[in-house]
């Protein structure tokens, strides 16, 4: 890093904001401290919004995802299985992504009719490293493309933050 600090003011507080630039002459953050606290391991209870709101992902979910992930196999193409076939395969898909230890998984519920019409998950957790991934993204065809899939995004993102 060179050691040439700029100093700006942060319009709202007028506190100077400080930077260091890289080998490139690139604007980059100043190091972090090593002392930083490890974040917990998200935790998810029933997060609200407007048009949606998330659930940690149970098998009483199977029946609302499964009819409503009925129309399109392509829809699984990224995920590590196929569409479940029936709804005793999706209970025991649910399950088994439940016995991961660094994921939660989260179903994604319609406000307007109470049905789980998606599902997603915090993924490949490392407190240590103050990281997650948000991945597993599932939408049905009633979330793609609509505020909903928007919300649910922000809403995951919320938790974290």
């Not at 998330?54 to 829809?75: G, I």
């Not at 660094?102 to 789980?116: E, H, L, P, Y």
């Not at 793609?144 to 995951?156: D, P, V």
Request: net charge negative.
């Amino acid at each position: 890093m060179n050691s040439n600090t700029c100093n700006f003011y942060d319009p709202g507080t007028n506190e100077p904001l400080s930077y260091v630039l890289n080998k490139f002459g690139q604007k980059v953050g100043l190091p972090l401290s090593d002392n930083l606290p490890t974040p917990p391991f998200p935790n998810l209870e029933t997060v609200h919004g407007i048009t949606c709101r998330l659930e940690p992902l149970k098998v009483h979910h199977a029946e609302d995802l499964l009819y409503a992930m009925a129309e399109n196999d392509s829809d699984w193409t990224y995920l590590l299985t196929d569409r479940p076939k029936d709804l005793n395969e999706y209970r025991q898909l649910i399950e088994n992504y439940n016995k991961f230890h660094d994921r939660v998984n989260v179903a994604i519920v319609d406000n307007k009719t109470n049905k789980a019409v998606g599902s997603i998950a915090y993924m490949r957790i490392d407190p240590t490293n103050c990281s997650l991934e948000i991945g597993a993204v599932n939408f049905s065809k009633a979330m793609q493309k609509t505020k909903m899939g928007t919300e649910a995004i922000y809403l995951m993102m919320k938790v974290c933050l």
